[in-house]
DNA sequence: GACAGCTTACTAACCGGTAAGTAGAGTCAG
DNA sequence: CTGACTCTACTTACCGGTTAGTAAGCTGTC
């Protein structure tokens, strides 16, 4: 018998979903089709009917990873440096808040030498747009004066980049530490925050 | 028939260095009894023999490294804070150096949630350890007047260590990355690395 | 009747782990 | 000095479970 699901991509979106949390929280090695196919209750095979190959979800996951973060970039472009930052910022908060996931580049970066080279691929251009970002955040809150710091942009970028990623998996042993690298991360870039969202390290 | 080996905890001493080989490429999850066994040309069992359970190694290995960190604290303690922080500096270069490797903290911290609990115990005390210790290279430096940095010392810290885990991940996708960051940090602490070892990124 | 979207049923390889046996070196009583 | 015993450090031979992956069949919809 078949039944329900109905809605055409459906059960493809479903796995998608599911393995990216699944690829957050354990890994994509620490992640199998049997977890996916229990949950979505449906047989192995119909996961393999969507990807053929564990490396094919894997590519698909980054992929789609990579066009949501050309569109959330595209969304900030009219943003101040300083609104960009916080909002960048809150991409990793968003991530901790859920289940403690840690960001997709930490995960990729970590698990790197032993992925599928098509994924390596995958994951070294989206890392490079992240970082990019990064970048261009620092450039316009320089070019705004609404950072002010010492050296590169492409340092600074790189920094912003780093720190988030580390902070990010450390906060799954210390919560603090993400709220804390942020407002250094702040007041290293020169940004007086002054009472506003959060509040400084005890 | 027995042979060679003869040296009393040679084998464990084997199995445990490439254990820790494989832990910081491959992952806790990411290395199995067999590959060991394999390389140093014994059964799987003998494994099982000297680490009865897989937990029972990936504890061993930990516990190395804290008393390692140990040893390595102790032994700067008489250097100023920033022969300090390029001596921090260094033990990142030396893993990345060997074959791409990552800091322990990384993959602890990366596969945390999936970590047998005794595992869990100990990473978060050698973690806590790691980033006290960078804490403690912050204060010794503020107080010396060899760095200069704006807030606490609590959070120069957590930033260092932070961001350090992060590059030299990150620094499989780009290897420059680990140098740009230094550079960026030493700049942020007022380091002033006039012509000094290493060349500021282009 | 063609095709998408599954299921059933399977495979080979590998996972961590265990039980039982054994070679060799060391210990000790007579 | 020797035979009996014991201990360490393995080996051989398994176990049940899980891994990714495949082939073939079925069903509802267009």
Redesign the interface.
Known sequence: MKMESAVKGETRKKILDLAEALLL???Y??FSYQQISKVLGVRNAAIHYHFPHKTDLGVALIQRYRRRFARFTDSQQLLSGREQLERYFELSETYFAKD?Q?CP???L??????LPEIMQAE??AF??EM?SWAVLIALKGRAEATMT????A???G??L???????L??A???EN?LV??K???R??LGINMAGLHEKA?K
């Not at 710091?149 to 590169?152: I, L, S």
Request: net charge negative; glycine share 10%.
């Open positions: 929280s354990h890994g090695h620490g403690r840690i580049s930490g995960v970066s970590t698990e790197f030498p032993r994951a070294s890392i490079d970082r710091y010492a050296g590169e492409e340092a600074i790189a920094v980049f780093s720190t988030l990623q580390g902070a998996q450390l799954r042993i210390d530490i804390t690298v407002n250094q991360i007041a290293m390290d």
